[in-house]
């Protein structure tokens, strides 16, 4: 019978769609179970086949949940704000919610046509202001919020100002920017603005100056993974490390507790590893450092060797370090702002991962050593970050090699402190250099009797103390752009105030060009009704601002990271105008129990999604500390792209067995102007492609162009890119699923190729052929044989136990192993057939709908009960026992597995054959093994 997969996919998702087959209850009675796939970014290129990978995974997964009885979440949205639609507004014109919508159409037609099992009536958007408004308000909980250190948890700030009423700061323990020290009556007689001033030192999302990532040709501030190179990966415009005040978010109030909490959960260890690497905590003392000639100022530095403080022998700061300016001598000022000026062209990332090459400028000041009185020379160098620690490091250049690199070139003494730990060997770069520095402190002790003790000696001087340090940062939250969420805050006196709740959304105004303003305000800075009025509690013309009722609004805009840092616990409750989620709902779905995404998310949106679950369970609002209980990170699927060779400074393209003879520049081609599957270029087709290539020129091997071939990663940029609709449309969409799974591990990268495809649609081919004879559909009712239930059975064991370990690619293999046996006895058994449906539902669920409506059933095969293994079934009747004469192999002998040694002896020995051997003699020893061999010693 002819398997039409294109009618029989448009018949099974138009009737999901009417049924609403995967619409999500909200009833409580059945177990739950919550599947989620990373937010995806609408791009206007649509997906390719890379994109769907671990969907289908997901979509595998919750299909045979819900086969297992279990109420199962599969929700469906997109992150919708982001740089890329605003700079499509700014060179079209476009409103960027037009192009958006427009992507979102495309994914959604792309989705639906490979049957996902989305419920879509769940789906969000974070640029629907029925969304971003409850984003609005956990940002204005966040700002109203302060960390407790005694309770270890955020708290509202109406306790800390209660604190503050009755106490001051006095036995005080909050996560602040900056430690101050006031009594409850100076609180008490202090200004609105000087308390408000006080509170944004505590609050969880506050503003203060910050050294950003900031792009002039795009006007706006850049997180650290959207610069690459110095520049930006949108445009490839230069970056520059620039101060400006700005929102940022207290995470690094939750460092511990974001550490702690990796322990509970199932992830792969690589990416727990990158979070721990991104939080690193570690050990040691802060130490103040007097400055010579700057009697009241210190140089401050945290250091996890303390023990190596008498090695130290000159200072470091970060550039943008605020001590730069003020202890710069005249005589190095020059030196000094060029080399600032140099180190704003990089980003931290660049600093943190160029190791190799130091440099710096010395700024004419000396520090003194606390234990020795050294004077020690203070420079300033990009290897050092204002944003770890405290901006400045003590160099111990024979045990550091980054300081003995500076140390180097800059020709400073390097010292080697004695060894304090016969078990840890510290590197000696240069021994020849070395002077060793025995002290009285530290001869003879351990390593960490040796760091207990200095820090017992630096506490006592009161020159610092032992503390624990983090390497994370407060977030920025400020992004100056047009397409992102607006930030609920009004300005009155030059203090940051939240609009009241009942104000929300704060929506975006409309504005006539997405480009920063005149003056250099942020985008929003060109709308003309976006004020606030504080008495009408309203948002007004912006011409009525007159700083007493009317005040100006925030221009800055949220990160792309504000919307996906919640996304998960809206879907629970998409629709709900009164709060974020139902805190029943919440409860009951709990923690997403599987995320599947890209290890490219490591840090960014998983550390602020746990730190933004962790905030709202701290306030009473969810119950769950973690929000994704087990993760995985799928791999990428590769395209083989395709290179013409040009030879270098003409337009002339020679084949690829022939390019070494010439100087060449090698250039991506379009796949798809390749001759069918093969290597060669359709040389007409490629100067059709682009007016550049139209007059090119061809060196050719045997008539021919031979384009070169190579595996890299799926991208436009590569022209390599291969698409779903053609392959659902010629393979069909259970074709994509089941070959997307069986091309090998889902957390491997494997490359793609479409000659694969036919092996996997040869199988659904056979699969639906099991069920006709002929042109005609016919299943017997027929009592399968025990061994039809064993391949069955066989099945169920093996797919149960792949699907439970995500190994999706030998599940596939199963199937057509299956089916090959049962077409090889032509099996038509509906106590066969109809379970065999079921288990391959979950892949290439079109095909199984359509023959379980031919077995008879009106319902969706969606919830049919997975089938049960019968151990049984695979027990094995009989076995071929191996029978050795004096440890030789003469022959076999099926006997019953159920037998007794004793048993199989006698039958053993009533065999003809085995009387044969045996020659009349009577055997000395018979020893069986069961299910083994049966040795006879003559």
Not at 158 to 170: A, N, P, Y
Not at 660 to 668: D, G, L, V
Request: proline share 5%; with cysteine.
């Amino acid at each position: 019978m002819f398997y039409d997969h294109q009618q029989i996919e448009k018949k099974w998702q138009k009737y999901w769609e009417e049924n609403q087959t995967y619409k999500t209850s909200d009833s409580t009675d059945k177990p739950k179970f919550y599947v989620l796939d990373m937010f995806p970014y609408p791009s206007g290129a649509g997906l390719h086949v890379g994109h769907p990978l671990g969907y289908i995974a997901s979509d595998i997964y919750a299909r045979y949940k819900r086969h297992q009885g279990f109420n199962v979440l599969h929700p469906v949205g997109y992150d919708s704000f982001g740089l890329p639609a605003e700079q499509y507004a700014i060179q079209t014109g476009q409103h960027p919610a037009v192009t958006t919508e427009q992507n979102i159409t495309r994914y959604e037609e792309q989705l639906r046509k490979i049957g996902f099992s989305f419920d879509w009536s769940r789906e969000v958007r974070t640029s629907d202001p029925s969304y971003y408004k409850w984003t609005q308000w956990i940002f204005i909980e966040l700002f109203h919020s302060w960390y407790n250190k005694n309770t270890d948890k955020a708290e509202p700030i109406s306790k800390l100002i209660k604190h503050f009423e009755d106490k001051g700061t006095q036995d005080l323990h909050a996560n602040q920017t900056e430690e101050l020290h006031f009594t409850a009556e100076e609180w008490n007689t202090a200004s609105e603005i000087d308390k408000e001033d006080i509170l944004l030192n505590y609050r969880l999302a506050y503003r203060a100056e910050t050294t950003v990532n900031w792009c002039p040709a795009l006007g706006t501030v850049l997180a650290n993974d959207e610069v690459k190179d110095g520049k930006s990966e949108r445009g490839g415009f230069p970056v520059f490390q620039k101060k400006m005040m700005q929102w940022s978010m207290r995470i690094s109030a939750y460092s511990e507790r974001l550490l702690q909490g990796l322990k509970t959960l199932d992830w792969p260890q690589p990416l727990k590893d990158s979070q721990e690497y991104w939080i690193g905590k570690s050990q040691g003392a802060q130490v103040k450092f007097e400055i010579e000639g700057h009697p009241d100022e210190t140089i401050e530095v945290f250091t996890t060797r303390p023990d190596t403080i008498f090695g130290a022998t000159f200072m470091v700061l970060a550039p943008e370090n605020p001590l730069v300016e003020t202890i710069t001598t005249p005589e190095q000022k020059a030196e000094v702002d060029s080399y600032i000026e140099e180190t704003s062209k990089k980003t931290e990332r660049d600093r943190m991962a160029d190791v190799k090459n130091v440099s710096g400028a010395f700024t004419g000041s000396y520090a003194l050593n606390p234990f020795s009185n050294e004077r020690m020379p203070v420079y300033i160098s990009d290897y050092v970050l204002m944003g770890y620690g405290t901006g400045a490091v003590m160099a111990v250049p024979a045990h550091d090699e980054r300081d003995h690199r500076f140390a180097k070139k800059f020709n400073l003494e390097i010292k080697k402190v004695v060894e304090t730990d016969e078990d840890i060997q510290e590197k000696s770069f240069d021994s020849k250099d070395s002077v060793c520095v025995n002290s009285d402190f530290l001869n003879g002790l351990k390593y960490d009797e040796a760091k207990a003790l200095i820090i017992s000696a630096i506490e006592k001087r009161g020159i610092g103390h032992g503390t624990t340090n983090y390497r994370q940062r407060d977030a920025i939250f400020s992004r100056q752009r047009y397409w992102g969420e607006p930030v609920p805050i009004y300005y009155k006196d030059g203090m940051p105030y939240t609009l009241p709740t009942s104000a929300l959304p704060l929506e975006l105004p409309e504005v006539e060009k997405y480009l920063p303003t005149e003056d250099g305000d942020p985008p929003l800075g060109n709308a003309k009704t976006f004020a606030w009025d504080e008495a009408n509690q309203k948002v007004v013309d912006t011409n009525l601002i007159d700083d007493k009722t009317v005040f100006p609004l925030e221009l800055s805009t949220m990160p792309g990271w504000a919307g996906s840092s919640w996304y998960f616990l809206r879907y629970m409750d998409p629709h709900d105008e009164n709060v974020f989620v139902k805190k029943d709902l919440a409860d009951y779905w709990g923690q997403v129990d599987l995320y599947i995404g890209g290890s490219e998310h490591a840090t960014g949106h998983l550390l602020y999604s746990r730190f933004w679950n962790m905030f709202l369970k701290d306030r009473g609002y969810i119950d769950h500390n973690e929000p994704f209980q087990k993760l995985i990170n799928q791999g990428m699927i590769l395209g083989m792209s395709a290179f013409v060779y040009r030879i270098e400074g003409t337009n002339q393209y020679v084949s690829k067995n022939l390019a070494k003879e010439f100087q060449t520049q090698q250039i991506h081609v379009d796949v798809s102007l390749l001759k069918g599957t093969s290597d060669e270029l359709d040389t007409e087709a490629f100067k059709a492609w682009r007016p550049d290539y139209t007059d090119a020129e061809f060196i050719l091997e045997d008539g021919k162009y031979i384009t070169g071939r190579e595996v890299e990663k799926m991208s436009k940029s590569k022209y390599n890119v291969v698409n779903p609709d053609d392959i659902c449309e010629e393979y069909g969409a259970d074709g994509l699923r089941l070959y997307e799974m069986f091309l090998g591990p889902l957390e491997q990268s494997k490359p793609w190729n479409t000659q694969g495809l036919s092996g996997v649609y040869g199988f659904l081919k056979k699969f639906w052929n099991l069920y006709f004879n002929g042109e005609v559909f016919e299943v017997s009712e027929e009592e399968p044989t025990k061994a039809e239930y064993k391949i069955l059975h066989t099945l169920i064991k093996k797919v149960v136990y792949d699907i439970e370990n995500f190994s999706f690619n030998t599940s596939v293999s199963s199937f057509m192993i299956a089916v090959n046996e049962l077409q090889k006895i032509k099996c038509n058994k509906r106590n066969i057939l109809e379970p065999l449906s079921v288990i391959i539902s979950p892949y290439a669920p079109h095909i199984c709908e359509e023959l379980w409506s031919l077995l008879g059933h009106t319902a969706s095969i969606e919830f049919e009960k997975f089938p049960v293994l019968n151990e049984d079934y695979l027990v094995e009747d009989e076995f071929a026992y191996p029978i050795s004469i004096n440890g030789k192999t003469k022959h076999k002998l099926s006997l019953s597995a159920q037998l007794s040694p004793k048993e199989v002896e006698d039958l053993v020995l009533q065999d003809e054959k085995v009387q044969q051997f045996l020659e009349g003699k009577a055997p000395k020893k018979i020893i069986v093994v069961p299910g083994r061999i049966v040795n006879i010693v003559i």
